[in-house]
């Protein structure tokens, strides 16, 4: 017994440290991702250096602002930004970083508590924890002045990205599931959505913060963010240089206690993820079946019309809500066509004609409708025998798209002359915009049936390769003979304003809905028979990707 106690090896030399083991698997996990392709060391290599010049940058400016009144305004919203960007990477961006997934560790005899601080340690090991330190070191060295704010400043600094990191990993193990499931990726493809409003709000807020009394207007809103932590941290090392010494406390407080809730947070989410079920495997299929067991029809194929018509509509709109590159598709027409009057009224420039750009990007969603449906045309393809089939289906189709496009374009054009106005124009534009989403589903039908191609369904292009001459054809010809198609409207438009009649303006509203409609069902009349004839060539061209 005595030669084995002493054969034992040491718990603490059988099992080391777990911290130590994660901060050497993150290490790992890097070094091995490096190794797998030169490319992928060059684009991390070149990642690391952009993010460099980017932080000095950052530093830099805000060292610049050191003394300026504003600066505390400048540092609190940077930090609140910055805090905002640590909460929905993860969401967009889930497979970023493999350590993210705590679903990796669930059959491991680990206790969350201490899985916690080294998780939290590893995780402060990247691009992305360096850059956050040299924007809150910036954002101190701007606003510190004095021995009490300095002194102040470190355990600002150290607590302003444990709240980042603690976020980002919370915010990923409490929806890690959601984010490994379809619904996550298709988070993940709206994404570019969600960074093109967010560049042209940052380009807004430049030109704003470009005038002269620019970074005045940051003050209301750097009152308000000073109080919310962790950006608090930021303001107490402001307040300490203020004399503020109550001030500083409080929001050093609130910074501390906001990174112990974050830590109970995840320590209750990890908890609940490595004890329960794992809800999209016998949860989700006990639902399905619930579901598929239950009499009549459900949710929105209620609303639709029975028959075929009612069947493709809801085909439509269901390629529009799960298809990840039709959901981008839609995502995009809708929030830019909402983006443009908001950026246009920004800028000084509103015009309620801007609300045309709803029009045109949901009428474009007509092009290429058989290309959409990829592969998987065939089926569709073998109910089409006939013109009068053709012209069913696209009829269908065209109604799907109308279903979302006139209640969508009544929206913005309402919502352009509500903040822009005049609303002496609003009959004028809204009629003209029912007439633009009319002659684009005519236009969009003939181009579908004439110029199809594929959309594949992997990766991110849009355009199956060599077919791009022909989707630039198609969406920017179709486009303009579209416009041609509206070129009547516009006639008596500028005929009334020219002769003065600013009071018949209203008949272009009754006038451009029925010519929307007329034109659209000349188009779909025109595009059947096409499409009945040119099937086989459809089917080949949308199944190349």
């Known amino acids: 017994m005595s030669t084995e106690s002493a054969a034992a090896p040491p718990a603490s030399a059988a099992a080391p440290p777990l911290t130590s083991v994660f901060v050497r698997l993150k290490l790992s996990l890097l070094r091995n991702g490096l190794r797998q392709s030169t490319g992928r060391t060059l684009a991390y290599v070149g990642s690391i250096v952009v993010g460099l010049l980017c932080a000095a940058g950052v530093v830099l400016a805000l060292t610049a602002l050191r003394g300026n009144p504003h600066a505390g305004a400048v540092s609190v919203l940077l930090t609140g930004i910055l805090t905002l960007g640590w909460a929905v990477m993860p969401l967009f961006f889930p497979s970023g970083d493999e350590t ?68 980002a990993r919370a915010v990923a193990t409490a929806s890690v599931r959601l984010l490994t499931s379809r619904r996550g990726r298709d988070l993940a493809v709206l994404s570019g959505l969600f960074i093109a409003l967010g560049a042209q709000g940052v380009n807004i807020a430049a030109q704003k913060l470009g005038r002269p009394d620019g970074l005045s207007v940051l003050e209301p809103l750097g009152e308000v963010l000073r109080w919310v932590p962790p950006a608090s941290a930021i303001g107490a090392v402001h307040d300490a240089g203020q004399g503020a010494y109550g001030r500083a406390a409080a929001g050093l407080a609130l910074t501390a206690l906001a990174l112990a809730l974050l830590l109970w947070w995840w320590q209750r989410t990890l908890t609940t993820l490595m004890t329960s079920p794992d809800s999209s495997t016998l949860q989700a299929v006990e639902k399905d079946s619930a579901r598929s067991s239950g009499s009549g029809e459900r949710g929105l194929a209620r609303l639709l019309p029975g028959g075929h018509t009612g069947t493709v509509m809801l085909r439509t709109l269901r390629y529009a809500w799960r298809d990840p590159k039709s959901k981008m598709s839609w995502a995009a027409a809708l929030g830019v066509g909402l983006l443009v009057p908001f950026v246009s009224s920004v800028q ?46 696209l009829r269908a189709r065209a109604l799907a798209l109308a279903l979302v496009a006139v209640p969508y374009v009544t929206l913005v054009v309402v919502g352009t002359a509500a903040f822009i106005g005049p609303w002496s124009d609003f009959l004028e534009v809204y009629g003209l915009s029912l007439a633009l989403l009319g002659a684009l589903l005519a236009t969009g039908a003939l181009c579908s049936a004439l110029f199809p191609y594929s ?91």
Request: aromatic content about 8%.
């Open 100 to 167: 993210l997934d705590p679903t990796r560790l669930v059959m491991l005899p680990l206790r969350p508590r201490p899985l916690i601080v080294s998780l939290l340690v590893a995780s402060l090991i990247g691009i992305g924890p360096v850059f956050t330190l040299a924007l809150v070191v910036g954002a101190v060295i701007a606003v510190a002045h004095g021995a009490a704010a300095a002194a102040i400043a470190v355990p600002a600094v150290v607590l302003v990205v444990l709240v980042c990191v603690s976020l």
């Open 348 to 393: 000084g420039k509103g015009s309620i004609y801007t609300a045309f750009s709803a029009s045109a990007l949901l009428g474009m969603q007509m092009y290429n409708q058989f290309g959409q449906d990829t592969s998987a045309f065939w089926m569709v393809a073998s109910t089409i025998a006939t013109p009068r089939d053709a012209y069913a289906e």
């Open 455 to 545: 959309i594949p369904s992997e990766g991110n292009k849009n355009v199956a390769p060599g077919q791009g001459a022909i989707a630039w054809f198609s969406i920017f010809g179709g486009f303009v003979v579209g416009a041609v198609l509206c070129s009547p409207l516009l006639a008596l438009t500028i005929w009334l304003h020219v002769a003065g009649l600013h009071g018949l303006l209203w008949v272009l509203l009754p006038v451009g809905a029925v010519y929307g409609l007329g034109i659209a069902e000349a188009g779909l009349r025109v595009a059947a028979p096409r499409v009945a004839a040119r099937l086989p060539e459809i089917l080949v061209a949308v199944s190349k990707g």
